[in-house]
């Protein structure tokens, strides 16, 4: 009973990991401009999210090293530096947008403008990493993101056409602004596809001191939690085609996108979108910065771990301190987080490959996997979707931001 | 063995097992009689900050005794020191006696003690 828990748990923290400001406006945009024809890309994200999440559980369960680490080890600092590099660029900016989504929800519940809320946000968030543990955290976080399923469940109460939504399966180029169209299906890819969740799960795992008998665990909360989390995300694109899109609403800033509940809870709608935003950034925050402190920690060697306290961990905490101030101050500047947030989903899709196939030489060493290294076809699977994303990256994203959004 | 393959950027663990950096250089010694042996390993910033840029890493120094920060000059470890080498090189030291945590001790007793709540009061 208890391992079962442990399972129903892990899988709870995958999904509760999945939704996040990234996943929210670019499925909501999806459906509102696109009506189903974008479910191939949510799709095609969450089984690629899949098989890279299995992995990272995988290597940390097998070697005791987490994605960061075995890539300084395994390919030098020399080369190591560069993925170091962009993923923690990428990692302020998501973070400095998932700080903008909690202030977005809390100028929604309250009409008090969103840069005043970022010094706040970024102070709670920094509280909790400074008092808290790494299992508090975790459940906290991904308990109160459950809450998420309202999508579902408003996407359900709407009965979709349902065979219109399967055709959406099958990709197909949209007649109406395909350079749009494109760009919103990398930015889909980029947000399920964070590298901060992977290297986040692998230290989640060492934190947790995963060993080869987790490998069970793994699998089954890589692939269940992942799937909930997809079936999340098809939630928001269904509800935001069936509700904003008839009424020609394009999601251009989170009020309008706060709009998609109200058809099917009138009265709570509005706050319940706000309420929902709000919780899945603000367990992204937290997972965001600490895993700015592992980046850093495990490529230069020091010791880590949430677990210890800040002055045993002095290097660690400063990481996240700084990361929470700096990504506070340019919400503060007034950078509009809806822009910032499709950027850094556009760069990650770009920046993938680069994370991608070092993580894929790893999961192939005998040193680290011994004889769980991978099959051939996850070999396949990841490496095709993923150059399929870059190849699509880069048109898309010189196209959408020639002909500005 | 391969020094690049296998030593250069391991983890390294001290004799409890604790984190205390990578194998951040590996310093040879060349003598006239003798093929080049490896005569330590390096850990700490400035080596591999050196790798990157040795400007770079110039600046670095500086900066460091600037902050007084003398004790986080490259640690040597021997080869007679060295344990273990597999995923990880495991030394014969206990890494609180050496010079790996100056930095982490200089911004322990700057900063983080002085913020509340580091557990410093407790």
């Known amino acids: 009973v208890k391992n079962l828990l442990k399972v129903a748990l892990g899988i709870a923290t995958s999904i509760g990991g999945f939704l996040e400001v990234g996943s929210i406006s670019t499925a909501a945009q999806a459906g509102a401009s696109y009506g189903f024809q974008l479910v191939w890309a949510v799709v095609l994200a969450t089984v690629l999210v899949m098989f890279l999440v299995e992995m990272s559980g995988r290597l940390a369960a097998c070697s005791g090293h987490p994605l960061a680490a075995a890539v300084r080890e395994r390919f030098g600092f020399r080369f190591q530096v560069v993925p170091l590099v962009a993923e923690t660029v990428l990692d302020g900016l998501v973070l400095a947008a998932e700080v903008g989504g909690v202030c977005i929800a809390l100028h929604l519940m309250t009409g008090v403008s969103a840069r005043w809320w970022a010094v706040p946000v970024a102070l709670g968030a920094w509280l909790l990493l400074w008092r808290g543990t790494f299992g508090a955290i975790e459940n906290g976080v991904s308990l109160l993101g459950l809450l998420a399923v309202v999508f579902v469940l408003a996407a359900w109460r709407l009965h979709p056409p349902w065979t219109e939504a399967a055709r959406g399966l099958v990709p197909s180029l949209s007649a109406e602004d395909p350079a749009r169209y494109s760009f919103l299906a990398v930015s889909i890819l980029g947000a399920t596809l964070s590298p901060y969740l992977f290297n986040f799960y692998s230290s989640g795992a060492v934190e947790d001191e995963w060993d080869e008998t987790h490998l069970g665990v793994n699998r089954a909360t890589a692939v269940l939690g992942m799937a909930f989390g997809g079936v999340m995300s098809l939630g928001i694109l269904v509800t935001a085609a069936l509700v904003l899109r008839p009424r020609g609403i394009q999601v251009e800033s989170y009020h309008q996108a706060a709009l998609m509940l109200t058809p099917v809870f009138p009265f709570w709608g509005f706050v319940l979108f706000a309420v929902v935003l709000g919780v899945a950034c603000f367990g992204a925050v937290l997972e965001i910065a600490l895993n700015m402190a592992y980046l850093q920690a495990q490529s230069l060697g020091w010791d880590w771990s949430e677990n210890l306290r800040p002055k045993d961990d002095a290097r660690f905490s400063l990481v996240y301190t700084v990361a929470l101030a700096l990504s506070a101050s340019l919400m503060v500047l007034g950078v509009d987080p809806l822009r910032l947030t499709l950027l850094a989903m556009s760069l990650t899709v770009i920046v993938l490959p680069l994370i991608v196939v070092p993580f894929l030489v790893i999961m192939n060493d005998e040193k680290y996997l011994g004889e769980h290294r991978n099959g051939l076809l996850g070999n396949l699977v990841v490496l095709g979707i993923t150059l399929l994303g870059f190849l699509l990256a880069v048109v898309a994203v010189p196209l959408q931001v020639a002909g500005g959004s | ?122």
């Open chain 2, 1 to 122: 063995m391969f020094l690049v393959r296998d030593v250069l950027d391991k983890q390294l663990l001290d004799v409890n097992r604790t984190r205390m950096g990578k194998v951040d250089g590996v310093v040879l010694g060349v003598g006239s009689s003798h093929p080049p042996r490896v005569v330590a390993l390096e850990t700490g910033p400035v080596t591999l900050l050196r790798r990157l840029s040795p400007r770079l890493a110039v600046l670095l120094e500086r900066l460091e005794k600037r902050l007084g920060i003398e004790d986080a000059r490259p640690l040597r470890l021997g080869p007679e020191q060295v344990l273990r080498v597999d995923i990880d090189v495991q030394v014969a030291v206990n890494a609180q006696e050496t010079r790996a945590f100056a930095w982490e001790d200089w911004l322990r007793r700057r900063v983080v003690e002085r913020i509340p709540g580091s557990g410093a009061d407790e």
